[in-house]
Structures are given as structure tokens and as C-alpha cells.
């Protein structure tokens, strides 16, 4: 009888494993890497994976996305170089940085990274409760100040910041937590401030205005000019009242354009169709986040430095953006 059972048992097995080999023989897999689930990356890489996957067949395969929460930026870079996953979001600068082997990336070999196109800009938000006395950049001196891990974007962004402000990381006390970790920090009691790049609103930041009276830092003047000759991708941009509860001014910052990238390898079918999918559904994902309005492909060439992906260069020539 135990016999009987076992070779019931190996073929039902054999039978599963033979259904789910001929079902991914009928898709193509195709992974986005996001960011955390605090910031815009996450949302919007998850209705873009499922907008994909309705959408795109390449011969007689059905393409099949996948949203993966990601360390953002500079994580993302080094993923796709090694040919970790299909694409990622990147922030422009970072991107740029990647490619030429130069700050985070110095020393390392990441020229097979290609660009899909241009999603939308990311404010540079500094976040801090409304009774902390924190009013200006250089009042966060002493402070302490999340800026992410140790290498990432954000905590490149930070450094930039304070030395466009006469200051070094001395200055403060530097914590290195998610965006998500620093709000709740934030929320506690336990940090002053937390820098936060991402498309606004952010879901972080709206759940500490929830609990708190809050105030987003302005970044403008003779230092952020300093910063923009380091940093060309980072432009003025203003920051809408009523952006988040109790933010009833605009605030004048700085934004980057977050870029789709992928890598050489990726075959050009592939690159094709789903940045064909992208910019003829954008007022779908618009219904997502706020952020979705912005992605166009009137702008879908804004920022992209790196070599762009043939697939996807194919669409733009079709689309009259390349001559």
C-alpha cells in the first residue's frame, strides 16, 4: 500500500512540475526593481509590472512582470550591471554616475547599463516635525538626519547638501534608516530630520503629517546654485501647498528625474514592447499616483545620459522623438 502511494505521489509531482514547465514556456519573465514601500518607486513599479502583464505578447508569449521592493537607487545600478534582474528605477544622477565609474561607482565596470526612458521628477524633501526649530538647511547642524545607507544616492545627496553649506558629516549626527524607519524615528521622537527623495506626495511623509504638525525644509539660494554646478540633474522645483495636511505654503526645493533602466542583455523585443507599454497607458498609471500624470513621452528623453536600450530606441525613431 505504501508503495502503491509513493508512485501515486511521484507522478502527481511529475504532472505538477510538467504543467508549470509548459506554463513558463508560454510567458517571458520580466522583473522591475523598485524601493521600499515608503517612497513612490514601489506603487508605481507595481501598476507598471501589472499594466505589462496585460498587455504585452511578444510572438506567442505572454510577457509576465514582476514589481520587487528594492535599496533604490545605486542598488538598483549595481543589480542591473550584473544582469540581476530585467529593469529598474534609478534616479538620473545616480544612473549617469554609474556609468561613467565615478563617486559611489568608482572602479567599477558598469557600462553594460542602457536606458528605457524617463518617468518623472523627485523632490528632494527634508522632513521634520513643526516644533523642532529646524527652519533652514544649515539649522540641521548638530541635528541628527537620516540619509539612507552609506553610499546610496540619498546619502550622496546629503554630503553634496553640506558642502554646498560649509558643512562635513561631522557637522551632525548621521542616522542611516529607510524612509519608512526615519518616520517612524521621527514619530518617536527619536530623529530630527530625514532627507527623503522620491515623487511627492510620499507615502511616508503622509503617514508622519498624520501624526504629526509637519514642515518640508526649503532648499534654495546661493548654496543650491553651488550644488547644480556638481550636480546639473538636480532643478529648482516647488513643492504645491496642501502637498501634504498642514503644509499650507508651497516650498521651494530641488528635483532629479527618476529613470527605467535596464541592461545590453536584454533582448530587444522585450525593451521594445514594454516601453511601448508605458508611454501609450501613462494615464493609467496616473490613477495610481499623482506622479503617473507626470510621466509623458514628451519628456521620455529628459535626463537620459547613458546609452539608450536599442529596443527602446527603436520606438522613440518610430515615435519621432530620435531623427
Given at each position: 500500500m505504501k508503495k502503491i502511494s509513493l508512485i501515486i505521489c511521484t507522478l502527481f509531482c511529475m504532472t505538477l512540475l510538467t504543467s508549470a514547465t509548459a506554463f513558463s514556456a508560454g510567458r517571458i519573465f520580466f522583473g522591475i526593481a523598485t524601493g521600499g514601500t515608503g517612497g513612490t518607486y514601489y506603487p508605481l513599479g507595481g501598476m507598471l509590472a501589472q499594466m505589462i502583464s496585460n498587455k504585452v505578447v511578444i510572438g506567442d508569449k505572454k510577457l509576465s512582470a514582476t514589481a520587487e521592493t528594492g535599496n533604490a537607487s545605486v542598488a538598483n545600478a549595481t543589480l542591473l550591471s550584473r544582469g540581476g534582474i530585467e529593469s529598474a528605477f534609478v534616479a538620473a544622477d545616480i544612473l549617469d554616475a554609474a556609468y561613467k565609474g565615478i563617486k559611489q561607482f568608482e572602479g567599477k565596470d558598469l557600462k553594460n547599463i542602457r536606458a528605457l526612458g524617463a518617468l518623472y521628477p523627485e523632490a528632494v524633501q527634508i522632513v521634520v516635525r513643526s516644533n523642532s526649530g529646524i527652519n533652514s538647511f544649515a539649522d540641521i547642524k548638530g541635528h541628527s538626519v537620516s540619509s539612507g545607507s552609506p553610499g546610496s544616492g540619498q546619502w550622496q545627496l546629503l554630503g553634496d547638501l553640506m558642502v554646498a553649506h560649509g558643512m562635513d558629516r561631522k557637522s551632525l549626527a548621521e542616522d542611516y534608516s529607510s524612509f519608512s524607519q526615519s518616520v517612524e524615528k521621527i514619530k518617536d521622537g527619536n530623529l530630527d530630520a530625514s532627507l527623503i527623495t522620491a515623487g511627492t506626495p510620499t507615502a511616508s511623509i503622509m503617514e508622519l503629517a498624520n501624526y504629526h504638525d509637519i514642515k518640508i525644509i526649503p532648499l534654495t539660494g546661493a548654496p543650491i546654485k553651488e550644488l547644480?554646478?556638481?550636480?546639473?540633474?538636480?532643478?529648482?522645483?516647488?513643492?504645491?501647498?496642501?502637498?501634504?495636511?498642514?503644509?499650507?505654503?508651497?516650498?521651494?526645493?530641488?528635483?532629479?528625474?527618476?529613470?527605467?533602466?535596464?541592461?545590453?542583455?536584454?533582448?530587444?523585443?522585450?525593451?521594445?514592447?514594454?516601453?511601448?507599454?508605458l508611454y501609450e497607458n501613462t494615464d493609467t498609471l496616473a490613477k495610481v499616483h499623482v506622479k503617473g500624470k507626470e510621466i509623458s513621452l514628451e519628456t521620455a528623453l529628459e535626463s537620459v545620459s547613458v546609452p539608450l536600450h536599442p529596443g527602446a530606441e527603436k520606438y522613440y525613431r518610430e515615435k519621432g522623438l530620435i531623427k
Open positions: 547644480q554646478k556638481v550636480q546639473p540633474y538636480y532643478a529648482d522645483t516647488i513643492l504645491p501647498a496642501n502637498t501634504y495636511k498642514g503644509q499650507t505654503e508651497d516650498v521651494k526645493t530641488i528635483a532629479v528625474r527618476a529613470i527605467w533602466a535596464t541592461h545590453a542583455d536584454l533582448d530587444d523585443a522585450t525593451a521594445y514592447n514594454v516601453v511601448k507599454a
